[in-house]
């Protein structure tokens, strides 16, 4: 079994969500694929002990795949893990510097919300930095990012117009935070021309597409838009989504 495949495996053993699809990631070292085969047995065997100190060894070796699970297993206390944030930052920090861009999304948020368990305040310019690595993957969740900080001017000038260019390339990837967050622009017409057709077309896709977190946002905005609606606008409105959804693969 490949390391990317024993690392998928061991993933969705512990239940963890996360995939290593997009990753930029170089084979590890054999010593290094070595512990971290030595700590999957030990896991196996009961002794979790044994596997975080393998797989650190591995992470110390410069096994991104490693250091990528010992994130995630410290940032949600996972598989009898203690949380433990300072840690799951300096993996996630190893990891994203290794090419994973899924752990350059959760650096750039850590660095972006800040988190004064581990002394660290919010650094708009990192989080800029590492939304913009996983872009390149890409990830719609840090496109989204992007152009959120670009229209609130978080480590950037305020820039409407830029913000909307990437909101959509994330929402062309079916992510429901941007498909809402283009139902609302459209809905205040904020940088654009107001446009309730729109704006509701872009709701019914987010709630469409979303998690089921993510659609309990969308019936906020439901709820706060619909008395603006006009006869037939709705129906309308779903066409558009039924064309935009079939122009929009999300890949």
């Not at 899924?102 to 800029?128: F, H, P, Q, S, T």
């Not at 993957?137 to 989204?144: G, N, S, W």
């Not at 950037?156 to 990437?166: I, K, Q």
């Not at 904020?190 to 993510?214: H, P, Q």
Request: no cysteine; proline share 3%; glycine share 12%.
């Amino acid at each position: 079994m490949t390391a990317r495949r024993s690392l998928a495996s061991l993933a969705a053993m512990l239940g963890l969500t996360f995939t290593l699809a997009g990753g930029v990631l170089a084979d590890p070292l054999p010593e290094a694929q070595a512990a971290f085969d030595r700590g999957l047995a030990a896991y196996n065997a009961g002794d979790r002990a044994g596997a975080l100190d393998e797989w650190a060894v591995a992470a110390e070796g410069g096994h991104t795949g490693a250091a990528w699970l010992l994130a995630n297993l410290y940032d949600t206390g996972t598989g009898g893990v203690s949380r433990n944030p300072g840690k799951a930052y300096e993996y996630y920090l190893q990891a994203a510097r290794g090419g994973q861009p899924e752990a350059a999304v959760r650096l750039g948020r850590i660095y972006l919300e800040g988190n004064e368990a581990i002394g660290l305040k919010r650094n708009y310019l990192e989080a800029m930095k590492s939304f913009e690595a996983a872009a390149l993957a890409p990830r719609a969740d840090a496109q989204y990012h992007i152009g959120m900080m670009h229209r609130a001017g978080l480590g950037v000038p305020v820039d409407r117009t830029e913000g909307l260019r990437w909101l959509i390339l994330s929402a062309k990837k079916r992510y429901a935070p941007a498909l809402a967050e283009l139902g609302r622009i459209y809905f205040e017409g904020e940088g654009v021309a107001a446009d309730r057709v729109e704006g509701w077309s872009f709701l019914v896709l987010a709630n469409r597409f979303g998690t089921a977190d993510e659609r309990r946002v969308v019936d906020e905005l439901f709820e706060k838009y619909a008395n603006r609606m006009k006869t037939g606008e709705s129906e309308r409105a779903l066409e558009m989504a039924d064309a935009w959804a079939a122009a929009n693969s999300g890949s």
